[in-house]
Structures are given as structure tokens and as C-alpha cells.
């Protein structure tokens, strides 16, 4: 038997059997889990993976040396530190985890192709901490060609850059770190003149960085299905915890709580409980409001396994059944999903994807009288619209859950390609004071939203393991049979 705080688990037969005493019990239908693989934190990625990364990189930057910070620790007062979140880039190409750490990647000396620095072993501060890799395990964990205490990078770090033409950083997320590497560069200014070596220009590597991370391989995306299996666990165990007189955190705890259950590190990004009148507000994460008979609920919730984020949203009634004017909105909103689903397709433009979803938002707002009744086209080209729609329909998905990579290269939107992760979400959001409204819409706020992946052969779609349909909503509403 596996045990998890609040909850029993137990594989019996070929099946799980799940048993909680908390109203907000893991209920076995909302864990489509393969029996071989039981829940749990994701295991290490080998570190081949993250070697060929390295190599795909250094073959794109020529003749650059490419310097990845680790994010710094972050502190939520006090003395009371914020779990610690590994940087994406750096872990991206090396699977270091650690702070304190530099990775230094370099293709003129193959003893040096990639450095790394680490903090050294402190049984004193491990006692506390845990332990940490140190300069011995660090070469065999990640792989690294030489390894350092991080107390001499600054004494390395310029043999290490004096053979590039330019340095690749990461540029904002270590403000110390861009400022030595810029005194750096300004050094080799002073002598470069006469010996004709040392880099003369810093790069942004996120945009080589970008279009790497852009497409997803294999690794990824098979810890981007369990990502989005666990948020649709989450989402399901609110709606079935969802009732008139609930408080918004009680939904908050039943996602949260099952995404751990099932081995997230936690949420990918701050869970978004909106009943009623907060449901148009779009990142509202107060999450304090009692629900009330009669309002819509709107969960923007996603785990992270694995180091990758899930994303998805799911709008339902509170008491189980949608009013008509809600059911108007809904499917509305429902019908633009679809729409900009089908057009996310390989060799398509990413922009196609809002454009598909927005042309069926505003035919369906001049149908519902909220919009004037004039051409499509007109009120395209007027943005009227956005009073009610001031979002882009999709962003990638991936290490961050909005990813790097340029959604346009030029003038010309960037074309979808196997292996690309982007979320498709449409919504409306009809506050309570709009006057100008009809007054059957006021309050209504409706999101929809599911990640999908694009295929050679079109696409999958990572989160409609949790139903859209409004017959199948309704009939998951407080169930908690």
C-alpha cells in the first residue's frame, strides 16, 4: 500500500482503489493512471538527454561561448525561504537543479566543452538542507566535462571566454551575473585590439534558446501527457467538490491536494478559483469568495511533473446546472475551442489559431446583442471585441507555462511543426457593471482551454481527459458518489 497524507491508495488487482475522509476524497474514476506506473515524483532524466541538447546547441552558436546561470533563491520573508525552482534554460541543457551552480559550454577545448560550477559539500548546511552534489558527484550526475567550486568562477571564467567571437547569457535573470560578464567583455575590449582574441559582443540566448524549446522531444513530451494527466485529476476532483456554499479554497485545496497526491511538485503557476463576478476577472487568485447558488465556477489550474507545466481551464455551474443565458455563453466559448483547435495543424500559422476562435467569439457576441449587429469584418477591424476578449487565444507550454520562442519571426507569423506545445483558450468575460450589456450576460464569466500538441499527422490533445460537452459537465458537478 502506498500512503499519502489524507489519502489511502492501494492497488488491488488491476486497478487503484482510492479512499479518503476529507470531503475533498480522490475519487479512483479521476485517476487514469497506468497500474505498471504508480504515482509519484518524476525519476531523473538520463543525462544523454541533456547532452545532445548541448550538442544541437553549440552546433547552432558556432564559434560562441554560452554562460547559464541558476536562478537565485528567493525568499518569502524573513527568514522563510520559497521552495526553490531550478532555472529552465540551465536545466534544459545540463538537468542541474541546484542553485549556486554555472554552466559554461564552449566548443574550442573538448576538456572544457562543458563546465560546470557547483557548490561544494557542506555537511553542516546539509544537515539543514539536505544534500547537495558537490564538485565529486557533479560530473557523474550531469555529465560535465570538468567541474568547479563555484568560489572560482570568477578566477575561470575568462580562459574559459577568451577563445569566443560573443557570449550567449540568459539576460535578466541574474542581474549579478550580466554585470560580470559585461566587466568581462569590457576587459577583453582593452586588450583585444592587439591580441585579437576575446568576445566582443553579449547575445540573449534566449533566442537560440527559444527555438530549441520551441519544439519538444520525446522526454518532454511524454512528461507533458503526465503533466496534464495529473491537472486533469485536479480539475475533476473541484467539480465534483463544487456545491452552492463552498468557499473558493475549499475547490482551491481539492486541485492542489490531488496534484501532490499524484506526485506534482506542486501547481505550475498561482490556480485561478473564480465563482461568479470573479470569474471575469482573468488572473484572479484571491480565491477567498463563498460561491453562490446560481454562479459559474472558472478553474485555470495546471501541475508541474517532471520540472514541465499542464494547463487547462474548465468553467461549470456551481449547483450542477447551467441557467440559459450562462448556457448561451458557454457554448458559445465552447464552439470558438473547437474552432481553434482545428485549426492548430502542422504547417499552419500560430496566429490562425486566435484568428479561428476570435471570428466565432464575435459572430456568436453580434448574435447574443452584445456586440452591435453589424459585419464580422467591421467589428473585427473596430475591436470592439475586446472589452470582453482582451487575450490572445494560445501561448506555448512546456518548461514555463507561458514558454520561450517567438510567436512571430518578421512580419510573418511562425508556422506550427510537430512536436510544438501551445494551449488554445478562449473566453468571455461580461462584468457586472457593464450597462451596456444585455442584463441576462452580466457576471458571466466563461474560459475554456486545453493544451494540445502538434503532430505530423495533426494533433493531440493533452487534457480532454476532463470533458467540454455542458450534458457531461453537469453531470460531474458535485458528484461524489
Known amino acids: 500500500m502506498v500512503v499519502w497524507p489524507g489519502v489511502r491508495v492501494a492497488w488491488h488487482g488491476s486497478g ?7 470531503p475533498h476524497r480522490i475519487h479512483p474514476a479521476d485517476l487514469p493512471v497506468n497500474p505498471t506506473t504508480p504515482p509519484g515524483p518524476a525519476p531523473s532524466a ?18 560562441a561561448v554560452t554562460v547559464l546561470g541558476a536562478a537565485p533563491e528567493l525568499r518569502r520573508s524573513r527568514d522563510t525561504d520559497i521552495r526553490y525552482r531550478p532555472a529552465s534554460d540551465l536545466y534544459y541543457l545540463t538537468g542541474v537543479d541546484e542553485p549556486d551552480a554555472l554552466a559554461v559550454l564552449t566548443p574550442h577545448d573538448p576538456a572544457h566543452r562543458f563546465t560546470l560550477f557547483v557548490r561544494p559539500r557542506n555537511p553542516e548546511r546539509e544537515v539543514w538542507n539536505g544534500p547537495r ?15 568547479y567550486p563555484i568560489g572560482e568562477a570568477d578566477e575561470r571564467l575568462p580562459d574559459l571566454l577568451r577563445p569566443a567571437d560573443r557570449v ?32 566582443a559582443v553579449i547575445e540573449d540566448a534566449e533566442a537560440v534558446l527559444g527555438a530549441m524549446r520551441r519544439r519538444k522531444d520525446d522526454h518532454e513530451l511524454e512528461r507533458m501527457r503526465s503533466a496534464a494527466t495529473i491537472a486533469v485529476a485536479g ?15 475549499e475547490l482551491e485545496a481539492a486541485v492542489e491536494s490531488t496534484f501532490r497526491a499524484l506526485g506534482a511538485v506542486g501547481a505550475a503557476f498561482p490556480s485561478i478559483i473564480g465563482s461568479g463576478p470573479n470569474a471575469t476577472v482573468l488572473h484572479y487568485t484571491s480565491n477567498d469568495r ?67 476562435a476570435l471570428r466565432v467569439l464575435v459572430e456568436g457576441m453580434i448574435s447574443l446583442g452584445v456586440l452591435a449587429r453589424e459585419d464580422v469584418d467591421a467589428a473585427l477591424e473596430s475591436g470592439a471585441y475586446r472589452r470582453f476578449y482582451p487575450h490572445s487565444t494560445s501561448h506555448w507550454l512546456g518548461l514555463d507555462v507561458h514558454d520561450v520562442g517567438l510567436y512571430r519571426e518578421g512580419d510573418a ?11 488554445v483558450e478562449p473566453g468571455l468575460y461580461f462584468p457586472p457593471d457593464a450597462a451596456d450589456v444585455p442584463e441576462a450576460f452580466r457576471g458571466i464569466g466563461v474560459r475554456l482551454e486545453d493544451s494540445i500538441v502538434i503532430t505530423r499527422a495533426g494533433r493531440e490533445n493533452l487534457t480532454r481527459g476532463l470533458p467540454v460537452d455542458p450534458a457531461e459537465v453537469e453531470a460531474l458537478v458535485g458528484d461524489r458518489d
Open 16 to 22: 487503484l482503489v482510492c479512499f479518503r475522509s476529507t
Open 46 to 63: 538520463p543525462p544523454e538527454i541533456f547532452r545532445e541538447r548541448r550538442e544541437r546547441l553549440l552546433a547552432r552558436t558556432g564559434g
Open 133 to 147: 552534489v558537490g564538485v565529486e558527484g557533479a560530473a557523474e550526475r550531469f555529465g560535465a566535462d570538468a567541474v
Open 168 to 199: 550567449l547569457l540568459t539576460l535578466g535573470l541574474d542581474p549579478e551575473l550580466d554585470a560580470r560578464v559585461a566587466e568581462l567583455i569590457l576587459a577583453f575590449r582593452r586588450t583585444r585590439q592587439r591580441s585579437g582574441v576575446g568576445p
Open 235 to 249: 480539475q475533476r476532483a473541484a467539480m465534483r467538490a463544487a456545491r452552492p456554499g463552498a468557499g473558493e479554497w
Open 290 to 356: 463563498r460561491i453562490r447558488d446560481g454562479d459559474l465556477v472558472l478553474v485555470d489550474a495546471g501541475a508541474e511533473w517532471g520540472m514541465y507545466a499542464s494547463d487547462m481551464t474548465r468553467t461549470f455551474p456551481a449547483n450542477g446546472r447551467f441557467s440559459a443565458p450562462q448556457r448561451a455563453v458557454y457554448d458559445l466559448v465552447l464552439a470558438a475551442l473547437e474552432a481553434g483547435i482545428a485549426a492548430a495543424a502542422p504547417g499552419a500559422a500560430f496566429a490562425g489559431v486566435h484568428d479561428a
Open 413 to 423: 507569423s511562425v508556422l506550427l511543426e510537430p512536436g510544438m506545445v501551445l494551449t
